[in-house]
């Protein structure tokens, strides 16, 4: 298990990759490797053991607690800490201060954002697509803890290069952050930019009090070996980011 360096003491952020020692075969080549996700078409218990196993992985450091949620591209986020839901939440970011308590997220292009305090006694981590970005979940996620976090990390997402969005797209980050202008360059094709979302994440991150932004240097489209990529593959399945404090 590999984690960020760089952190708290106390803190554990990592994000699964394709290859898993424990991985489960299947027949279906899109989704060979870890996958993590259920609305992908892959078998459930398939899923559900995945998930298991990596919840094993995890308690070898502390973690008693893993909580998932149904992503929908929203700017919801919630606080969960000893309760446990019989539905899974809906919604794009988790906050906890308990300790042992994995808060996951699950991507294939889109942008894993983890947040903490100094202290490392408050942790959140966040699903940002173009649309939650647009739309303020990282705001809303560091609106929802109790503390000020002054550090982040971004897992791996699709890079600039091979992101290509419409004038639209553009058009919803620099209406409201006229800043951002510098995040986007001009595609091959008129109407056209690729966006760097790391870019527009660590803006949005520093304009918020987060001053140390780590990670932000991996592409899921292209390390095909590493990572899933819904853009490479429509039919594939999904890793997960995960934090805990111990």
Known sequence: ????????????????????AQTIATSDNHLAGFNLALHVND????????????????SEFGVDKITWMMQTHSTICHTINEQIPFIALEGDGLVTQRQGHAL???TADCLPVVLGNSEGTEVANLHAGWRGLANGIIENT???MQSQPTW???GAAISQSCFEVGAEVKAAFC?????????????????????????????????????????????????GKDYFSYRRDPKTGRMATFVFMR
């Open 1 to 20: 298990m590999e984690f960020v360096q760089g952190l708290p003491k106390g803190i554990f952020v990592g994000q699964t990759r394709i290859e898993n």
């Open 43 to 58: 078998d459930a218990q398939r899923v559900q053991q995945h998930r298991m196993i990596l919840l094993n992985q995890l």
């Open 104 to 106: 996951m997220m699950m």
């Open 142 to 144: 560091v609106t929802e």
């Open 152 to 154: 982040a990390w971004l």
């Open 175 to 223: 209406e409201k952050y006229p800043e951002l202008e510098s995040a986007f360059i001009a595609g091959q094709f008129e109407g056209k930019y690729q966006a760097d979302l790391y870019a527009i994440a660590r803006f949005i991150l520093n304009r918020f009090g987060v001053g140390t932004v780590l990670g932000g240097n991996q592409c899921s489209y292209q390390q």
